[in-house]
């Protein structure tokens, strides 16, 4: 719990599970509307956001199951998909959004760039839309250069 600023709407994950680097990640209004309301609802007592049997955090087949619950729930059982692709729709989304690939790096707590690489991908009219700028760029000759 001590890891979460609302206010500022972070979360400092001091340790990463598989490269033991800290970093922070960002929280959007929605996740931080959704965690708000859930602050209300949990055990204060807790030291963890999530939390199992105890005073455990939630482990990952917990988390795993709920997650497939609310999946079957929403008619959407029948998908692959899991609590990991999670996290690549996100590094996916932002960077169709604009947010620079080293950026996210940092954010999804990669060393490197190439794994970054493999959680994102870019859309059709994302590449789309990057070819025609770069393209009304070089069409106005605003790309200087030799090529030789």
């Given at each position: 719990?001590?890891?979460?600023?609302?206010?500022?709407?972070?979360?400092?994950?001091?340790?990463?599970?598989?490269?033991?680097?800290?970093?922070?990640?960002?929280?959007?209004?929605?996740?931080?509307?959704?965690?708000?309301?859930?602050?209300?609802?949990?055990?204060?007592?807790?030291?963890?956001?999530?939390?199992?049997?105890?005073?455990?955090?939630?482990?990952?087949?917990?988390?795993?199951?709920?997650?497939?619950?609310?999946?079957n729930e929403a008619g959407l059982g029948h998908?692959?998909?899991?609590?990991?692709?999670?996290?690549?729709?996100?590094?996916?989304?932002?960077?169709?959004?604009?947010?620079?690939?080293?950026?996210?790096?940092?954010?999804?707590?990669?060393?490197?760039?190439?794994?970054?690489?493999?959680?994102?991908?870019?859309?059709?009219?994302?590449?789309?839309?990057?070819?025609?700028?770069?393209?009304?760029?070089?069409?106005?000759?605003?790309?200087?250069?030799?090529?030789?």
């Amino acid at each position: 719990m001590r890891d979460v600023d609302l206010k500022e709407r972070k979360v400092h994950l001091m340790e990463g599970e598989k490269n033991n680097m800290g970093r922070v990640v960002y929280l959007s209004d929605d996740a931080a509307f959704t965690l708000k309301r859930w602050f209300k609802w949990r055990d204060p007592e807790k030291v963890f956001i999530f939390y199992g049997k105890g005073d455990a955090p939630m482990c990952y087949s917990t988390a795993r199951c709920r997650f497939k619950k609310y999946l079957n729930e929403a008619g959407l059982g029948h998908r692959s998909y899991t609590v990991h692709s999670l996290r690549h729709t996100m590094a996916s989304q932002l960077l169709n959004a604009g947010m620079p690939l080293d950026g996210l790096r940092q954010l999804l707590g990669h060393q490197d760039v190439e794994i970054t690489r493999r959680y994102a991908r870019l859309t059709d009219k994302t590449r789309e839309e990057e070819y025609f700028r770069a393209m009304a760029k070089i069409e106005k000759g605003e790309i200087d250069g030799d090529y030789r």
